[in-house]
């Protein structure tokens, strides 16, 4: 394992007994992506990095150390900002890589 | 979602398409840009998206970057819609005319509503608070309504309390009567009982007070039956309010004469119809000119309620029958008719709580007309109540 991989790890470990002790939830600390699901009908994505690939059929999105695949059927991305992205449509599988 | 539609539609919206070169990488930069692209839809040769107006010349560089060739294909929101009608200046006219009219009205009160009376009529509250200056049309920053209320138990005493609460343009007063005691006072004052009209006393209820007549006396108007004045064992005098009841043997007569040809109002089949509008508080005649013939009146108000709120909108309808005075000559028969009808309602009236024990009727028949009279034997209470003058005043 890299010295920088080690470095992560540890701030990782550090991080979850910080919000432990605080008894504070870990996403406020953490860059990870929030992902919510309304039914299969609505995914707002937190922590949306980017799109890498629209189709009506197919969205994947960058999520910072992985990816994220919504797949479906006329899916539309309802609002794309810096932040957080919103995708409608009939979901039928999500997929990480 | 609504504020998010609402925000979009004030400040404006751009949809357009982005065909060719690289539509995912034209989005990233738009957010990277902080330019929030929405309602982003696939097509066979790019993308359809929307972004807010204000924002579109700011996707000039991811454009540029990514080879994507923008095109707008639609604009909406308020900017755009003011943007259209920026010419027509009565457009603009009106909507300042109709706002500065919403606001006009909405500074007055017109609708006065009356809740929780049922003895005392809303006319006359309507009336009392008219009084006050409390009305349709008035100015509602301008009412006091804790001096209003004041006021107006003060000139109702039938009412125990009030509360007048305004919302808007309409104006709720809620009332609650006044329960009025016993009239124990009353009972204090001395009083001596008289007689109400000439006759026989046939029979006495004395419940206080000293009699003064007996049965069988025949006394006029006026005459002391049962006096307020007692005397006590020790020698005093007191005086109380004498009470009872004196019926009497009464004779009453009535006498009608109607002639032969008598002037009768009949209408002639002509009306004539006007109508007034009013609008707030203006009256606005819907006819010209006057009529000048004698005429019978008869009146209909129509007013716009919507939602049990009355408008300040009212259509005043009134039909005046064009009338004629003619003689006419009725025969016996009918002028008698005339007559007794007449002498049934006098009875009616007048004998009102009386036994009538006999009753006969003269019918005189002349050239001129008829002349009915009647005279009654009655038995009916004639004691009325008259207060004692004492040194002290009552």
């Known amino acids: 394992m890299s010295d920088k991989n080690k470095q992560r790890r540890g ?17 406020a600390f953490s860059r990870n992506a929030k992902i919510e699901l309304l039914s299969n009908r609505e995914a707002t994505v937190d922590g949306c990095r980017g799109v890498l690939e629209y189709s009506g059929e197919q969205i994947r999105l960058n999520i910072g ?33 | 979602m609504l504020i998010l539609w609402l925000y979009r539609r004030i400040l404006g919206y751009v949809r357009f398409t982005a065909n060719g070169g690289f539509s995912e990488r034209f989005l990233n930069l738009c957010a990277r840009g902080g330019i929030t692209v929405f309602g982003a839809r696939r097509t066979s040769d790019g993308l359809c998206a929307c972004c807010m107006a204000r924002d579109y010349k700011k996707l000039r560089p991811a454009k540029r970057k990514t080879g994507v060739k923008l095109r707008v294909c639609g604009r909406c929101g308020l900017p755009f819609f003011t943007r259209r009608y920026r010419g027509r200046i009565g457009f603009a006219a009106g ?9 006009f009205l909405s500074l ?13 009529s809303s006319n006359e509250i309507t009336g009392v608070l008219r009084e006050l200056g409390f009305e349709e049309g008035v100015i509602s920053s301008k009412v006091d309504v804790a001096t209003l209320r004041q006021q107006f138990l003060l000139k109702m005493p039938q009412l125990s309390w009030a509360a007048v609460n305004i919302e808007g343009c309409r104006a709720v007063v809620d009332v609650r009567e006044a329960l009025s005691p016993p009239d124990s006072e009353g009972e204090t004052i001395p009083m001596n009982i008289k007689a109400a009209r000439d006759g026989r006393i046939i029979s006495m209820d004395v419940l206080n007070g000293t009699a003064a007549a007996y049965p069988g006396d025949a006394v006029i108007k006026g005459d002391l039956l049962i006096s307020g004045s007692i005397q006590y064992k020790t020698g005093q005098t007191g005086y109380v309010h004498a009470k009872g009841t004196v019926t009497a043997e009464t004779e009453r007569s009535f006498t009608v004469a109607k002639s032969y040809v008598q002037q009768v109002t009949t209408r002639t089949g002509k009306t004539h119809t006007r109508r007034v509008f009013t609008f707030l508080n203006l009256k606005i005649p819907l006819y010209l000119g006057s009529i000048k013939v004698p005429v019978e009146r008869e009146i209909a108000e129509h007013s716009v ?38 002498i049934s309602e006098w009875e009616e009236y007048e004998l009102d709580g009386a036994e009538v024990v006999s009753r006969e009727e003269i019918v005189e028949s002349t050239e001129k007309g008829v002349k009915i009279t009647i005279k009654t034997i009655c038995r009916e209470n004639i004691a009325v109540e008259e207060l004692i003058l004492t040194n002290g005043g009552v």
Do not use: K
């Not at chain 1, 701030?11 to 996403?27: H, I, S, Y």
């Not at chain 1, 932040?83 to 449509?89: L, R, V």
């Open chain 2, 108 to 120: 007055h009160i017109w609708s006065i509503e009356i809740h929780g009376n049922t003895r005392v």
């Open chain 1, 11 to 27: 701030f990782r470990e550090g991080l979850t007994a910080l919000t432990g002790a605080m008894e504070m939830p870990m996403e």
């Open chain 1, 65 to 97: 150390h992985i990816t994220v695949q919504f797949s479906g059927r006329n899916l539309e991305l309802r609002s794309l900002n810096e932040h957080e992205a919103i995708i409608t449509g009939f979901i039928v599988t999500i997929d990480f890589g």
């Open chain 2, 95 to 103: 909507f300042l005319l109709c706002s500065a009219l919403v606001w």
């Open chain 2, 305 to 342: 309620v919507i939602g049990g709120v009355n408008l300040p909108v009212n259509l005043t309808t009134a039909i005046f029958y064009e009338t004629q005075t003619q003689a006419v000559t009725f025969d016996e028969v009918a002028v008698t008719a005339q007559a007794r009808e007449e």
